[in-house]
């Protein structure tokens, strides 16, 4: 399966559709999974809390520059959608695509499964 994005160019702001063959599921646990961020911060839009500013203050410890990488990189997976609100001051919220929300059942069956692990060894 191929997948496109959009990349902004840095010399003219113009969009670019580029095609993706990188973008594998198994990619994207990995880098889940390697994050220790990456679950908080999906769980926060999971549950209601869809503003960046918002997800800042519910983690303490999470720097804007860590949520903001997570971020990109769940839209660029398509497991989140961006938008953007014509407004003074600009605002930006984040929701869970369709695909994220299959996406997310698939990393609540990993976390049973390690609760189940951790409740064996007791």
């Not at 679950?39 to 519910?58: F, K, S």
């Not at 605002?91 to 698939?106: D, H, M, N, S, W």
Request: charged content about 25%; hydrophobic content about 40%.
């Amino acid at each position: 399966m191929v997948t496109y994005w959009c990349e902004f160019m840095q010399t003219n702001g113009a969009a670019q559709l580029e095609k993706r063959d990188d973008l594998h599921v198994s990619r994207m646990v990995e880098d889940v999974i390697g994050c220790k961020w990456s679950m908080a911060v999906l769980g926060l839009v999971r549950n209601g809390i869809y503003r960046p500013r918002a997800m800042e203050r519910a983690l303490p410890g999470l720097t804007t520059k860590v949520l903001n990488e997570r971020l990109r990189k769940f839209v660029r997976f398509g497991v989140l959608a961006r938008r953007s609100f014509p407004e003074t001051p600009p605002r930006v919220e984040y929701q869970l695509t369709p695909f994220g929300t299959r996406f997310l059942a698939i990393l609540d069956m990993i976390e049973q499964l390690q609760a189940e692990q951790a409740g064996n060894r007791s």
